[in-house]
């Protein structure tokens, strides 16, 4: 008899036939005992549509008015899965971000909730019924539709589960958990039971894709109990809790798994005069052009001079050249270098805080594989190398055995 | 410096193009220096879209929810013509219903209006804004969002300008007035200044299209100025009033306009025994079937019994002639016959009242036509006569000639 909120995002409910089966699916949680408040996504495809229709009409549309026409996705998805709700006998009622109320500040198109008034869905739910709710809006306090921008639906559910203090906050979503590492490429992989959040924004080749940060930050500040499953196996089996504090009673791993990322290039400035602010100097431009900057390796420098590298999206790499060729001369650097073979591998744990041998072991396994490593950049749970793109699926590979992953730990 | 609710139709603002040629004229409007309130239907084929969406997930959808996901179509809208409206320049501030408020009972799918805070959109207008509000919808007591059926955007338009007390309500269509005949039938046809909101509904080719009969009966009983205009002429022109009251200065011509309705198709039961309830055992069955029946004569009783005769649409005609024979024993009657070769044309004018020799006139004219007459019915300010279909064009002709319609009147 648990009070669960569960989010389906847009493919969830992304045709007529899908949005019966999370109906379906719902029942049956209802049919066990449970009290279900859901939140769902606009139907996929349709915000989209709904940006290209105001970008049709205004080049630039205001913001308010954005959120007014936005808004409607979510407003039909919330409808419609009432109606297949009630097709299968089960009452339910929707509600659209104004009429919970969830009360946001008045920054459209990425508002922030402030609060939400929990008691008519907790009257509804006292009544036996299943609660409806559209995800990614809600409402100013001079009652403007307010939108929580891109993937804020998974806010609207912690959020949501927060304030009703509901046992449990469920993701629905394409992936059915997080894993050690890709499956793809680590047949090997196991679907992790538990995994911090941090290691989850970590293994961001599965993580980033799965929960919004925001949401992840909301359920670690309000304690909500966050799971993500997947909504298109029949049996969504455990999914993967998304843990917020130490739990005493776990044995972590001190790895929880590899993450990669494909399609990197590295840039190195030769020769560039030792001085306060260099860094700046050369960096600041690259940022001014809106090219993220991942990994920054700085050599000790040497009678008087140093070579910085870092690595860019290997799609940003003309255009990162053409911006160090504007400082070259006036940072008096000896020449630009670039390489676009180049990927990124990385061991993450929450573990390796307290295990200082986890860094050695992995460059100890890539040195045994005979991967030469080009950078390394650490966090306190992460370790990152770069290393030619050719050598990444061996690298995942070793390095998911090496740290034990293929065998579940007990 | 008047104060203006204009309300435009789905076709009017069917693709962002219409929707910014709206926009042009509604900030021609207020260049003018008067206050403008719009009023929008959904794009056009959206209600339908939705409609479809919604009987795909559930056969018969529950009307509360059908409600959320209908009234979408009208909010993209409003969200759509504030950001081509501040496009150029012009400030504007979207209402759904229920933020207006626009207050209804709780007949979802049918609501009616049963009051309209003005007070926050008579601010935006002294603050110099345009107001635009979704048409179509509003909400309970309870703050679920309702819908006032199909083409409730015309009754939005008018109780908005009821509520504001308005100096007029402007309806912007596909036709730029109200005409004397249909133009295509008649090439001298001329657009009526002014035309009675009976005489409209009584145009029916042409006025049943133009306005809702709910919209006129809530003008009329408000007192609102209601004026039909073209959203298509670069100049929409002066349009056509419609009158709810007498106007003393006003000269009117006896006859406004000549009406048809084709594809007809006449029923009779021949030998039918003239005793109490027999004409309600003969078109109650009909009326159960959901067959609307138009014309109906019963002939003066001869040897105890008469003939009954009515019209129907021709597409009903074969399933009526079931309907008759499943009856026909049961009254005893002698024999059905059918003509499926008829039409209806009818003069209409609120001048007739007071003018006897109107059908004396009609009938003549016919008659040197050389057209026979089947079935004559008449209301207060119409006279209709069901003929052959073949003569339709040469009658409606020669009724607006020997009627003086081909001049226009002083």
Chains 1, 2 share one sequence.
Do not use: W
Request: aromatic share 4%.
């Amino acid at each position: 008899m648990a009070l669960i909120v569960q989010k389906y995002g847009g493919t969830s409910v992304g045709t007529p036939e899908r949005m019966r089966s999370v109906a379906r699916r719902v029942a049956n949680f209802r049919a066990q005992g449970h009290r279900v408040v859901v939140v769902v996504s606009a139907m996929s495809g349709e915000t989209n549509r709904l940006i290209a229709l105001a970008r049709a009409v205004a080049p630039s549309p205001r913001t308010r008015e954005l959120d007014v026409v936005v808004s409607t996705g979510e407003q039909v998805s919330i409808g419609l899965l009432c109606m297949a709700l009630d097709d299968l006998g089960v009452p339910a009622r929707s509600y659209t971000g104004a009429q919970v109320r969830i009360l946001t500040d008045s920054t459209h198109t990425r508002a922030r909730i402030l609060d939400i008034d929990a008691a008519p869905i907790r009257k509804d739910l006292d009544a036996g019924g299943v609660v409806v709710v559209a995800g990614f809006q809600g409402v100013d306090a001079h009652g403007n539709i307010t939108t929580l921008g891109r993937g804020g639906s998974d806010t609207t559910a912690v959020a949501l589960a927060a304030a009703l203090e509901a046992d449990e906050c469920q993701i629905y979503t394409d992936v059915d958990g997080v894993y050690t590492a890709d499956p793809r490429i680590v047949p090997e992989a196991r679907k992790l039971d538990a995994v911090r959040f941090e290691e989850m924004l970590e293994l961001a080749s599965l993580g980033s894709k799965v929960l919004q940060i925001r949401a992840v930050e909301f359920a670690a500040k309000y304690k909500v109990k966050l799971r993500v499953l997947s909504s298109f196996e029949e049996d969504p089996g455990e999914g993967t809790f998304i843990t917020v504090e130490e739990s005493s009673n776990m044995e972590r791993p001190v790895i929880s798994g590899i993450a990669f990322v494909r399609d990197e290039a590295k840039l190195t400035l030769t020769g560039v005069p030792d001085r306060p602010g260099i860094a700046y100097q050369i960096l600041g431009p690259i940022a001014d052009a809106d090219i993220d900057v991942d990994m920054i390796i700085q050599n000790a420098p040497r009678d008087g001079s140093t070579d910085l590298s870092f690595t860019v999206a290997r799609a940003d790499l003309a255009r990162a050249v053409k911006v160090l060729e504007g400082v070259q001369a006036h940072v008096g650097a000896r020449s630009i270098e670039s390489d676009d073979t180049m990927c990124k591998v990385s061991v993450v744990g929450v573990g390796m805080r307290s295990h200082p041998g986890v860094a050695a072991k992995m460059f100890r396994t890539l040195a045994e594989e005979g991967i030469n490593i080009q950078m390394i950049t650490t966090s306190e749970i992460r370790i990152s190398v770069a290393i030619e793109e050719k050598h990444l699926e061996r690298a995942v590979r070793a390095l998911h055995k090496a740290y034990g992953l293929d065998v579940a730990a007990e």
